[in-house]
């Protein structure tokens, strides 16, 4: 048995994997990270590019919880509240391409 991926399909996995690089790693970021910025620029782009299975609109959420999250004057639970929308987007992120690299 053999897979034979589409190099969109390796992009979808690309992104897939990087997803959950930031979804695993971004409880343990300072709030202060540009990571996550770095890695929605790069969706966005990607979303506009090959990715029109994804929903701009979880995408764009997410960026701006990303950007929300930067702000240090916010509650602690303030700032829990967008960490959790952002890990709805970026769980999102992870089915979408999951599901179009192995169920089309």
């Known amino acids: 048995m053999s897979f034979r991926f589409t190099d969109i399909e ?32 790069a969706m966005v782009f990607y979303q506009k590019t090959i990715g029109h299975f994804l929903e701009a609109n979880f995408i764009y959420a997410g960026v701006v919880c990303a950007m929300l999250i930067r702000f240090e004057f916010m509650s602690p639970t303030v700032v829990k509240i967008f960490r959790f929308i952002e890990g709805i987007c970026l769980i999102y992120v992870v089915w979408r391409t999951l599901d179009f690299v192995l169920f089309t």
């Open 10 to 41: 390796l992009a979808a996995l690309v992104a897939c994997a990087i997803t959950g690089w930031l979804f695993a790693a971004r409880g343990r970021m300072a709030s202060e990270s540009n990571w996550p910025l770095v890695y929605y620029l």
